[in-house]
């Protein structure tokens, strides 16, 4: 097994939940399990790249991060008898527990995605802990996700934290009347780690690969797990469709490639099969959910040769449908590309007037980059420059900013 800098990285960021998970399950006390988790993370990312990558590395982990966690109850106990310590450490009901390395029945990485999404916590305190403690994601990033300032984010998490370990949750999956309350916080946190993972918000690098593939990995088991919900289906669609073309929004030097630029023979023919079999089968079975509608947005996209030859009426009518839906203003913006498409560029000016007056996107570079877009089309360039450049003020990613910047050097 590899040992370099970048697959020992790639190999804890994919263990990462699940050790947490199997230290949570064996011990509870959710935040000084995830304490000693990135203790023993910290320690690996150290260690393995010089002594080389154990045989279980899973089991190594478990193992340092056990015993830091030992440490850390120990600590907090320390004026107490140890027999006191250990009662107050290990619940009557978890006494019997399997070991942390102990195989469990069902992956550990989806139990503690349905614990972070307990009904104790608000909507947005389960997305936020479930993107930190599953997802891997910082606090700056989820902030960005959430369009709050990081120092709210921080103790929104710390908060949620302290419920989980306040409440005396048992580890496991909760009844199956309670996975469909848990189901939309489930998603919507899966949503935006895959979101991150394709599109990242800040960094150096234009995508983070593998959020991408944990949040599908993660969508196929929750809809393993839920087979007859659409939604469900329709987020993992949504995540194949969008990923297939992956390897071809990168240039060889890292660089951004709009969708209208890429070369199509590079998407993953694969996915768009099993992404349009997996709507076609649920499409229209029940209720049309909002994941169901991006991912028919996504194989309108894939499914045409060209971006001349897509069909933008039907993308159009789809958007609409979705803002029935949905007050993201994310998704009035891409509507507002959409209806350029079809009604010209002055139309989508108009539409774009209303979306960028929405205080949620006050500082988004998107409403910039789409203006400067349309302006461009529309046969403006100074001013199409000038929208470029903002964008690129306020953009994160260091991809997204050399692609404004290069857009704008390119006109007049």
């Known amino acids: 097994m590899s040992s370099g800098p970048e697959a020992t990285e790639g190999l ?54 056990a015993r830091r966690l030992t440490d850390l109850l120990r600590s907090e106990q320390a004026r ?15 006494r019997v527990a399997p070991g942390a390395d102990h195989a469990a029945p069902t992956d550990d990485t989806l139990v503690l995605l349905f614990l972070c999404c307990h009904p104790a916590l608000s909507p947005a305190s389960q997305i936020a802990l479930t993107l930190r403690a599953v997802g891997g994601l910082g606090t700056a990033e989820i902030a960005r996700a959430f369009l709050v300032p990081e120092a709210t984010m ?34 919507h946190v899966l949503y935006l780690v895959f979101t991150e993972g394709y599109a990242a918000t800040a960094g150096p690098n234009l ?29 993992l669609a949504l ?59 996504a194989a309108v996209h894939d499914e045409a040769p060209t971006v001349e030859e897509t069909d933008w009426p039907q993308i159009v009518a789809l958007y609409e449908l979705l803002l029935q839906l949905s ?44 203006r400067a877009h349309l302006l461009e089309r529309a046969g403006e360039p100074a001013a199409a420059r000038a929208a470029y450049l903002a964008a690129a003020d306020r953009a994160t990613s260091l991809p997204v900013q050399r692609h404004l910047h290069a857009r704008a050097a390119n006109l007049p």
């Open 12 to 65: 804890l960021r994919r263990l990462a939940p699940q050790v947490l998970g199997a230290v949570v399950r064996r011990f509870g006390h959710f935040d000084h399990a995830e304490d000693a988790t990135q203790e023993a993370l910290l320690a690996a990312a150290t260690r393995w790249p010089v002594d080389g990558v154990p045989a279980d590395p899973k089991a190594w982990l478990i193992t340092v991060a």
């Open 80 to 94: 107490r008898r140890r027999e006191d310590a250990v009662a107050a450490a290990t619940p009557p009901q978890r």
């Open 154 to 187: 921080t103790r929104r998490i710390t908060r949620a934290k302290r419920s989980i370990k306040d409440s005396g949750i048992p580890f496991g999956l909760p009844p199956a009347a309670e996975r469909a309350e848990r189901l939309d916080a489930v998603l």
């Open 207 to 235: 995508q983070r690969g593998e959020l991408a593939a944990e949040a599908i990995r993660l969508a196929r088991l929750v809809h393993r797990l839920l087979p007859g919900d659409g939604e469900a289906a329709g987020l």
């Open 239 to 297: 995540m194949l469709l969008t990923d297939a073309r992956r390897d071809a929004r990168t240039a060889p030097d890292g660089a951004l490639v709009p969708m209208a630029e890429q070369d199509r023979s590079r998407w993953d023919t694969g996915q768009i099969v099993e992404g349009v079999a997996l709507l076609t089968e649920h499409l229209g079975r029940g209720e049309t959910g909002a994941y169901q509608l991006q991912a028919a947005i």
């Open 327 to 370: 007050d993201n203003p994310v998704v009035a913006l891409n509507h507002a590309v959409a209806v350029a498409m079809v009604h010209g560029p002055p139309a989508g000016l108009d539409l774009l007037a209303g979306v960028a007056a929405d205080p949620r996107l006050a500082d988004d570079h998107r409403v910039h980059s789409v």
